[in-house]
């Protein structure tokens, strides 16, 4: 499974410099967890990290001028952290898998002297098989849409960007190969400079790598989960993966009833149909006249089933939950925000409960990223698990983890659920 260690942001909204686990220069500093719960008040900036997530799986799609104005953001002088003036910056600091060599993913998006948006620098780097000091080696440079990637699985070059000047090294690989390392290097420039470069070298069979990071990020699942369109009508017709929105549950169970075994798929249905109080057997109905798709649950009280169209906020809310983590190819990384809205507080243990299954059992499905202000759902968390986000006195959010702080890890290894902990007020930075 592939996971993110680490995550920094910088003036994106409110986020003018947060850092969560583990980078390429902090070695000494914990990764996160295949499951993470962010917390904090109203305004700390839980919003905006999952959004932060979210802009960046935009940017790779459309391009950062539209990822600028997608989902309401306004464009990049309202997403840029006020009163700053430098470029919004990332940093993922992600492995491919348990076995596989960190890589570092920088990306830094600034407007140009005629205001024109663009991306500024974009890197990938990967230290060598037992490089465990010294700056990784870059694979992809490119700055404003311009420089050098490296072919294969293995190729790349030390820069130090503080000391040595990007423009001597582009001049020195520009000239005529001599070594093999140079060899594979190769020269490129993007047509736009508004596209992130790993989206074109991203599809080129020579850059598995860069392939592999574009894929993951492509796989991204955050949940804008909208009752209101869940409970829509969907036309008949087979879909692999739940949409964002969550209005496409019926395909999905549609897939699911005719794609994979069906005693696996009637074992999904009953496993779901258990953990949501009330209801019995879930079964898909399509209309034939008019191709319409029906989802059916059974309530425990009655003899008719119900459609979806007339279930609760609630209940559709975690079906689609429980369906995303049964999907049979999962996505890599699901982000959720305030999963507690509209659910019973005693559902929120299960669901915690379940997220970190799917995270972190047998088989590592997905990593999940979750933000709540539900002590109930925090209180099945451990504190490794949990980052606390507040907004310090310049106005910006900062943030820390929960076990950081010594008297709450004592405390809940005496047995105090961290929730309460949180409640009384003890997770507040001191
Ligand atoms: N460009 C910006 N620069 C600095 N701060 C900003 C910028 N844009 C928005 N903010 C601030 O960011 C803060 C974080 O908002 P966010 O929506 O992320 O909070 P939240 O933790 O999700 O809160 P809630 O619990 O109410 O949903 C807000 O207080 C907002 O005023
Ligand atoms: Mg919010």
Redesign the pocket.
Known sequence: MAIIEGFRVKN?????DITLGKLWNTQKAKPLNPLTV?I????????????AFGFIADCLKLGVEDACFARGRGGF????????TGPIEFEIYYKEDAKALPITYELSINVDNGGKLYVEKERLRQRRKGQKTGWPFSFLILNAGKGFVWKGNAGGQQVDEDKKNIDDLFASLKEPAQTEEKAETEWVELDDNRKLGIATLGSLKQHPRISAFRRFIEGWYLSYFDPNAARELPKAGPQKHLNVKGDNIGNVVQYMERDINQERFKRILQRISEKIPGIGEISTHKDDYSNNLYLLFKDKGFAVPFTHMQMSDGTLKVFAYLLLLEDPDPPPFICI??PENGLYHKLLETLALEFREHATGKKERSQIFV?T?QPYLVDALNPEEVWV?E?GDD???AIHRASDNQIVKSMVEEGQPLGSLWYSDYLDPR
């Open positions: 994106y909204g409110a986020l003018k962010v904090g008040k109203n305004g700390a900036g839980k919003s905006t990290i999952f959004d002088e309202k997403i840029r952290s006020q009163e700053q925000e305030e933000t202000h986000m907004k106005g910006f959010s």
